[in-house]
C-alpha cells in the first residue's frame, strides 16, 4: 500500500488552508476535508480538494504535492497512529502529526472558522 493510501486509511482529517473567495463572500473560506477511509474516500476527497482550489491533476503524489504548495495541510491523528501500530515514517513527507483529530477538527472548526466536508 503506498503512504498515500495509509495516511488517508487512518482517521485523518486534511485541512485545507485556502484563499478560495466566492464572489458573495468578504473572507477566503477555510474548510476542514475529513477523509478517513481511502478505498470509499481517498480519491473523492482530493478530487474534492482539487475542485475546490481549481487544480487539475488526477495521480496522488502530484495531487498531494500541488495542494501541498496551495496551503493544504495533511494532519495525522497520532492516537490512531498508536492505536493501529504505525509509524510516523511510513507516511508521506508532507504528512504533519497532531495529537488528537477530533480536538485538531474541533479547534479548525469552532476557533478558526473552518467549515467541515467529510466526502
Do not use: W
Amino acid at each position: 500500500m503506498n503512504n498515500f493510501l495509509k495516511i488517508a486509511s487512518l482517521s485523518v482529517a486534511i485541512f485545507a488552508l485556502i484563499g478560495f473567495q466566492p464572489a458573495y463572500a468578504d473572507k477566503a473560506s477555510k474548510v476542514v476535508y475529513h477523509i478517513d477511509d481511502a478505498k470509499t474516500q481517498g480519491l473523492k476527497g482530493l478530487r474534492n480538494i482539487r475542485n475546490h482550489l481549481d487544480v487539475a491533476n488526477t495521480e496522488y503524489a502530484p495531487l498531494v504535492s500541488a495542494l501541498k504548495s496551495r496551503g493544504v495541510e495533511f494532519d495525522v491523528c497520532e492516537i490512531t497512529l498508536k492505536n493501529r501500530k504505525l509509524k510516523k515514517d511510513q507516511f508521506i513527507m508532507e504528512a504533519q502529526f497532531t495529537p488528537s483529530g477530533v480536538v485538531r477538527v474541533a479547534d479548525l472548526q469552532y476557533q478558526d472558522k473552518f467549515a467541515y466536508i467529510k466526502p
